[in-house]
């Protein structure tokens, strides 16, 4: 026993704490203060026991003064045999809580140094297997003004090289002390584990004891790895390079650098392993008490990485992180994250806690327990992400053989983000997930998900296996009820995966659609085979796709697959399919696969591709391309190959000749890193066969009359466009407009080149004796910005009359001068933009404006727009502001007095408005109030939609329908129209007034309707008599402006008898009937209109005027249908009329609005009259007739209040 005492527990304490002593800064300067020392050393022990093979001490105290070793529990095994060897091997040595408390320094001048005589150890230790649970370290700040002179030897003292084999490798120790207050140490590491690479490095280290500081320091290894790290109490700096890393089976490079001192710091990192590239240009730190402020910054690809925060360790097994926020991605972070630690190092429990950000608040609760660093135990987990909640618990281990896992979640109300909202959301359910070495076995059970507006619930379950690559096992059912089922299923084999379906309303799986889906087919990819039928019939899913019908039908692959799709009514987006069949024969080996399809407008396609398919890729030849357009025709010069693969996507040029000889080329090379495409168009001049294609866009039936030259080419690496250009030069552009005419823009050039992060670009054509202009830079391809100009100058405003219906540009300008700034879709214009000198002519209406225009807009407000329309008799000012955010937006007020609307012979208006127009993207209203100041209408007037119709040979108004093809009329109207003073009207035999207010509106993709009535007043001219009108109305109830319906009684008083017409209907088809006070029969009533006087005894010339008023009543009663036929047969008035005093036909037809012709003939007597009528203005038109004599005169009508 007293053997171990003065012998081996002495050395073993003296290993141990050599290695700390010399390996460690504090170390060093504990040494320094112990060897001045010279109190006696006490060594005690408590329950020490122990036999020759095995020896244990319960309690270990070394106490240096007050400076004290403590070990709780020290265990050997040896071999006793070695005792009196120079070799003593130790089997095991294991040590339980070692303390070292480290006393203040005396600051009295030390002693003088001590001389010990050399000492030769009898022995050299080798240890097998050392194991320390806790170290705890106190010590206070000791003084540096010992100097050392001696220790082992009276000249220098030499710790004997320690070396160690370990399964990494060799490690050799060796630290020297020498007189001058020197010392010297030195590592070696030589031959580490294979699956790091050989490296053999040395860190070699000076320090002066006098300041305190490392004079030089070095680390040398092979691999290309380098690091320099000048050393000092004061700073240090950092360069470590490794060019050409190779180590856990991964390859790269790895740059760190950085300087700083032992309180604070800056690093740096740049790498690039396995092809994923890092970058963290900065990461800070800097202490504070116990804790560490960290601030980090930097990127993984394409990823960023934001980490602040403070870290907090007492000790790494117990401890607390927390870090204020970290960017996962773009759209995750997260934040007020603490992760708490807590037990040994071979066995941690953990609670981690995190808020953050993914679309939406996310909420984050883990615990568990980590043994080994190997086995993860998950004991509860609980997040709320995506408005749902997801929890579970499980394990992994990292065993020998290969990872395990095993993972249980329950999950509710999850909505998913970049999903349709239509589809199934708030789903809840059971997952498992589990992993043993290369296989993953996962499913999902009890799965309910909700349809958004909707009663129903889809239910489903599945799960799946995983072996490295291979799927199998693999299924999904889902179903809202028996009548909605849809299956998936992978056969064992992994090669078949059957699908069945009974879908009776698509609706049940995806909100507002409808349709049906019925079928079972078997599919396997490998073979490229389909056997069985599915049948597709009236899907709508709004804003995505409709589908009358399509047919399914494959044949499988017993000998040679064939697939057959038929289908009809296919929309999606602009895109309008009537019809299409496409077919799939052959095998995987070669196949061939033909399509068609009808388009819109009589659109053709027509497509044949011939391909292989391999292991990992699809070989393809194009053998047949050809699109018949509406006159444009296009179709493959010759075949062109392609590759399809997961690395790779090839594309040779495939051309095309395009309306003769025009040409246009396309071709792509993509591999797992590099995408190069190229595109090129060319039409000849004389080319007229895109009016179609320009229409899909709503624009007009554009023409390009001398060619067009375009050129695109792109190349991108990693996922980054690097460059791209695009030229483009049509040197005519021919817009058909009006009534056969036409506007050309010429010189029309456009160029842009640039990359992902900016492209420059250039544009500018010429049009109506001026030009537009814009230049500037679009940034960020992915998210486009814009910034450049925009230069507009079209001194000739009358050029571009033509393109607008109903007006007449008869003088005016534009000039502006613009900046565009904000997101491609809708920027920001700054600046300002006139039109000046504006002189505008509503033929239909007979009036004409003068005006001005002015917008200005500014970086910082909304844009201001002002200016005017001036009228004869009064003037219009229009105010407004342009907004751009949160969305483009234009709000205008048009106020005025006594502005003319209308001066024609039928029409005359002058009216004091205040109106709000507001636009939106798409959208228009139109709200407030007119008040009329004076009004005249001819009810013979025909209605203006009308009179554009009347005529195929002569178009007085643009054909909108053609135009607005595919686009809808968002306009939505609200105005209330008020008579200041009574109204005039004329026609279908009434003169009158008529005062009162009507309501008009219209909502979008619906025709203007008014509601109200107004009140009639005047006369009613009826069998040869002027008869007054008692409770005249014009009502409105959702009818058009040109057609309300007349409710009014003319009556005519004799005595104490009345006698009158009623009139009753719409002004297009007035029905009469004749009623009177007393009543009485109609010929007695015809008797008093016509004769003024009862029925009795008349002349020859009185008879003759009964005659025909009866006559006149039994046609005017049959008047509404005789119109009707005249409507069907396409003439604007067919009635019955008198002329010369006899009844007439007569046939009237608008041929524009102010040219109308009509012929009568008599009915009774032989009378054929032909009238032209010219209207120059509201008061005066020319007349020409022939009849028996002809005749033309100029008239001028004159009114009166």
């Known amino acids: 026993m007293h053997l171990y005492n003065l012998v081996l527990i002495p050395l073993l304490l003296i290993v141990l704490l050599m290695i700390w002593l010399v390996t460690t800064h504090s170390g060093l300067q504990t040494l320094f203060s112990l060897v001045n020392r010279v109190a006696p050393v006490t060594i005690e022990h408590q329950g020490l026991q122990g036999r020759l093979a095995d020896f244990s001490a319960a309690e270990l105290i070394v106490d240096l003064e007050s400076t004290t070793i403590r070990v709780d529990a020290l265990q050997l095994r040896w071999n006793p045999s070695a005792l009196l060897a120079k070799e003593l091997q130790l089997a095991e040595l294991q040590a339980k809580k070692v303390t070292i408390a480290l006393a203040q320094q005396p600051s009295q001048t030390p002693g003088e140094p001590f001389d010990i005589d050399t000492i030769e150890l009898p022995l050299e230790l080798y240890i097998s297997d050392v194991g320390i649970d806790v170290i705890d370290l106190n010590g206070q700040e000791l003084a540096r003004n010992v100097k050392l002179r001696a220790m082992v ?37 030589d031959g580490l584990h294979e699956q790091y690479g050989a490296v053999t490095a040395r860190i070699v280290g000076n320090r002066d004891v006098t300041d305190g500081s490392l004079s030089a ?15 000092g109490d004061a700073r240090w700096q950092l360069t470590a390079k490794a060019a050409n890393l190779s180590a856990l089976g991964r390859t790269g490079r790895i740059e760190i650098g950085g300087d700083g001192s032992w309180e604070e710091g800056v690093l740096t990192l740049d790498a690039v392993i396995d092809g994923i590239e890092a970058q963290i240009p900065r990461l800070a730190f800097q202490r504070v008490n116990d804790a560490v402020d960290v601030a980090m910054d930097g990127r993984v690809q ?25 960017q996962v991605a773009p759209d995750l972070s997260l934040h007020g994250a603490q992760l708490q630690a807590n037990g040994r ?10 808020r953050g950000k993914f679309h939406h608040p996310v909420t984050l609760k883990m615990q568990g327990t980590l043994l080994d660093y190997r086995q993860l135990t998950l004991a509860s987990m609980n997040a709320q992400l995506l408005s749902g909640t997801v929890t579970g618990s499980g394990s992994l281990s990292l065993a020998d053989s290969g990872p395990k896992a095993d993972l249980s979640l329950r999950f509710s109300g999850l909505n998913f983000v970049g999903v349709d909202p239509r589809l199934p959301s708030a789903v809840s359910g059971r997952s498992r997930l589990q992993l043993d070495a290369n296989t993953v076995r996962g499913s999902v059970s009890d799965m309910v998900a909700a349809i958004p507006g909707s009663d129903t619930a889809v239910r489903g379950s599945g799960g799946f296996t995983l072996t490295g690559r291979e799927l199998s096992a693999a299924r999904l059912a889902l179903n809202a009820g028996s009548a909605n089922q849809l299956n998936v299923k992978f056969a064992d084999n992994r090669r078949d995966f059957d699908v069945s379906m009974e879908i009776q309303s698509l609706a049940a799986f995806i909100a507002d659609a409808r349709g049906e889906m019925r079928g079972q087919v078997t599919i396997n990819p490998q073979d490229l085979s389909l056997q069985g039928t599915m049948v597709i019939a009236d899907v709508d899913i709004p804003d995505v796709l409709s589908l009358s019908t399509a047919d399914i039908e494959g044949s499988g692959a017993q000998s040679g697959s064939v697939v057959r799709i038929n289908g009809t009514g296919l929309s999606a987006g602009a895109q309008q399919v009537e019809s299409f069949n496409m077919s799939l024969t052959g095998t995987a080996a070669a196949h061939q696969i033909t399509g068609a399809a009808q388009l819109a407008n009589g659109q053709q396609l027509d497509v044949g591709i011939d391909g292989r398919l391999g292991d990992r890729d699809w070989q393809f030849t194009v053998t047949n391309l050809q699109l018949d357009y509406d006159g444009l025709s296009a179709q493959l010069e010759s075949p062109a190959s392609g590759q399809l693969s997961a690395d790779n996507r090839t594309l040779e040029p495939l051309c095309l000749s395009v309306a003769g000889s025009g040409k246009a080329c396309a071709s792509l090379q993509q591999t797992p890193d590099v995408l190069t495409a190229t595109a090129t168009v060319s039409l000849p001049p004389g080319q007229t066969g895109l009016e179609s294609w320009f229409l899909q866009f709503n624009l007009p039936a554009l023409r390009i009359d001398q060619g067009l030259e375009m050129q695109f080419d792109m190349r991108q690496e990693n996922g980054v466009i690097d460059s791209l250009a695009l030229s483009g030069e049509v040197p005519q552009l021919v817009i058909p407009a009006l009534d056969g005419e036409s506007v050309e823009m010429t010189g029309i050039n456009l160029s842009a080149s640039g990359t992902a992060e900016a492209i420059t670009y250039t544009t500018s054509l010429q049009l109506a004796g001026g030009s537009i202009a814009s230049s500037g830079e679009l940034v960020n391809i992915r998210q486009p910005r814009l910034n450049g100009d925009l230069i507009i100058d079209l001194p000739d405003l009358p050029a571009l009359s033509a393109l607008v219906s109903n007006l007449d540009i008869r003088r005016g300008a534009v000039a502006g001068d613009l900046r565009l700034q904000g997101p491609l879709s809708g920027p920001r214009l700054i600046g300002s933009l006139d039109l000046v000198d504006l002189q505008l002519e509503w033929p239909t209406l007979g009036t004409r404006h003068d005006g001005t225009l002015s917008f200005v807009f500014t970086e910082s ?8 329309l001036r009228s004869p008799s009064g003037v219009v000012d229009v105010t407004g502001t342009i907004a751009w955010t949160p969305a483009p937006a234009a709000n205008f007020r048009l106020t005025g007095e006594n502005f003319l609307i209308a001066d024609t012979a039928d029409l005359s208006v002058a009216a004091s408005p205040d109106l709000t127009m507001r636009w939106e993207p798409g959208k228009y209203s139109l709200t407030g109030k007119i008040m009329i100041d004076r009004a005249y209408s001819s009810l013979d007037m025909p209605a203006l939609q009308q009179s554009v119709q009347l005529s195929d040979d002569v178009v007085f108004v643009d054909d909108m329908d053609a135009m607005s093809q595919g686009g809808a009329n968002q306009v939505t109207v609200d105005v209330v129209a008020e008579f200041k003073t009574p109204g005039k009207i004329d026609g279908r035999g009434i003169t009158g007034e008529v005062d009162g207010r009507v309501r008009i509106s219209q909502q979008p993709n619906r025709p203007a309707l008014a509601n109200g009535s107004l009140n009639l007043t005047g006369s009613y001219r009826a069998f040869g008599q002027v008869l007054n009108i008692e409770n005249g109305q014009l009502v409105y109830t959702n009818t058009s402006l040109e057609d309300p319906v007349i409710s009014a009684y003319a009556t005519r008083s004799i005595d104490d008898i009345t006698v009158g017409v009623r009139i009753d209907g719409r002004v297009s088809s007035l029905a009469t009937r004749l009623e009177s006070t007393p009543s009485m029969p109609e010929s007695d009533i015809l008797h008093y209109l016509v004769l003024g006087r009862a029925p009795g005894t008349a002349t020859q010339s009185e ?8 006559l006149s009543l039994a046609l005017k009663q049959s008047e509404a249908g005789v119109q009707s036929l005249g409507d069907r047969i396409g003439v604007t008035n067919l009635g019955i009329t008198q002329e010369l005093g006899m009844l007439a036909l007569a046939v009237g037809k608008q041929i524009s609005p102010r040219l109308y012709v009509s012929y009568t003939v008599g009915l009774l007597e032989p009378v054929d009259i032909a009238r032209m009528r010219y209207s120059l203005n509201r008061f005066l038109f020319l007349e020409a007739e022939v009849a028996d004599e002809s005749r033309a005169g100029i008239h001028y009508r004159i009114e009166k209040d």
């Not at 320091?217 to 050393?231: I, K």
């Not at 190092?345 to 995190?354: M, N």
């Open 153 to 189: 030897t009276h000249d220098n003292w030499q710790v004997p090289a320690m070396s160690a084999e370990t399964p990494y490798g060799s490690v050799r120790l060796e630290a020297h002390v020498e007189p001058q207050e020197n010392w010297q140490h030195t590592i070696d590491v």
């Open 217 to 231: 320091a070095a680390f040398e290894a092979t691999s290309n790895l380098s690091v320099t790290a000048p050393l």
């Open 302 to 326: 394409e990823v960023p990485l934001a980490f602040s925060g403070r870290i907090n360790p007492a000790e790494l097994v117990n401890g607390l992180l927390r870090f204020d926020e970290v």
């Open 345 to 354: 190092w071979d066995e941690l429990t953990f609670d981690l806690q995190a």
């Open 861 to 868: 407000d909304d844009g201001v727009v002002a200016g005017e």
């Open 1103 to 1110: 008879t003759n005027q009964l005659s025909a008023a009866a």
